[in-house]
């Protein structure tokens, strides 16, 4: 069974910077894909970037992009979420998530519906 564990979240000041960690196991093929979601208080769940376990192919919604970076680490079946110049907009439940197939990141793959979840981690930025 595919199990997502994250960690790192907390409370951060706007302009700084922290790292979302995500510790991925129970994959049995090698072709999936994880991603990052969250949710504020009274808002819909939002797709934020999302990377292809090869690397290859990776997405970032526009209201992050430029700000955060997702990478990996296969070795240690990581994953991670590098968040700069946060902004109290992004105070929300940090979510990772695994889409099982997925090669290719984009808009549509987040909108698709993800095959595993995380419980999730709190990100307070204040300003």
């Known amino acids: 069974e595919v199990q997502l564990v994250e960690s790192g979240g907390g409370l951060v000041q706007a302009g700084g910077s922290l790292r979302l960690s995500c510790a991925a196991s129970g994959f049995t093929r090698d072709d999936y894909a994880i991603a990052w979601f969250r949710q504020a208080p009274g808002k819909e769940r939002e797709g934020v970037s999302c990377i292809a376990n090869s690397g290859d192919s990776t997405y970032y919604a526009d209201s992050v992009k430029g700000r955060f970076t997702i990478s990996n680490d296969r070795a240690k079946n990581m994953w991670y979420l590098q968040m700069d110049n946060r902004k109290p907009e992004d105070t929300a439940v940090y979510l990772c998530?695994?889409?099982?197939?997925?090669?290719?990141?984009?808009?549509?793959?987040?909108?698709?519906?993800?095959?595993?979840w995380g419980k999730g981690t709190l990100i307070t930025v204040s300003s």
């Open positions: 998530s695994a889409d099982l197939y997925g090669t290719y990141c984009s808009a549509v793959l987040l909108l698709g519906g993800m095959d595993y």
